[in-house]
């Protein structure tokens, strides 16, 4: 069965968008996290969280079973696999376009860590890091991963003149 592979640093989910053949990775206006995915022409367009799926995201072998909220930040992720056609034989229902498997990092038995810091306009800050330790020696190990985005809004409310956007 042929393969394509692809090395890159994306972000988010969206951060696929144009480099994966035949896969569209979108969202809705008013619902910027709500998930709208289509794999070789087959996805559900549909704001609604229940209308359930055709494209199945599955975090470290959790699907996630509501669009709403599927457009997560990825940090510390060691491969995003985009399986495309049906794929319930391994993934169950709500697969019959294809998945989006992501799969994070998983502890080592070695001590270390990782930081990451952006700055940016309108007081952007964006802050992630990571630590991987021992807990006991070639047995069982630790990684905990923490991320902050933020920055202040671009509009004006009128109304009462905080920062909106």
Do not use: C
Request: glycine share 12%.
């Amino acid at each position: 069965m042929p393969i394509a592979i692809s090395a890159m640093h994306a972000v988010t989910i969206q951060g696929l968008q144009g480099t994966v053949p035949n896969v569209q990775i979108n969202n809705f206006s008013n619902t910027p996290n709500t998930a709208a995915i289509t794999i070789r022409g087959i996805g559900v367009i549909e704001p609604d969280p229940y209308a359930g799926n055709t494209v199945s995201i599955v975090v470290d072998g959790v699907p996630q079973f509501f669009s709403m909220g599927a457009l997560v930040d990825l940090y510390d992720v060691n491969r995003i696999e985009v399986l495309r056609g049906p794929q319930g034989t391994l993934f169950g229902a709500n697969t019959t376009g294809g998945v989006i498997n992501i799969v994070n990092e998983e502890p080592k038995n070695e001590f270390g860590g990782k930081a990451e810091a952006s700055i940016g306009n309108y007081k952007r800050l964006d802050i992630s890091a990571t630590v991987n330790m021992p807990v006991v020696d070639n047995l069982l190990a630790a990684r905990f991963s923490v991320a902050h985005e933020g920055h202040d809004g671009w509009v004006q409310n009128i109304v009462n003149g905080t920062d909106m956007g």
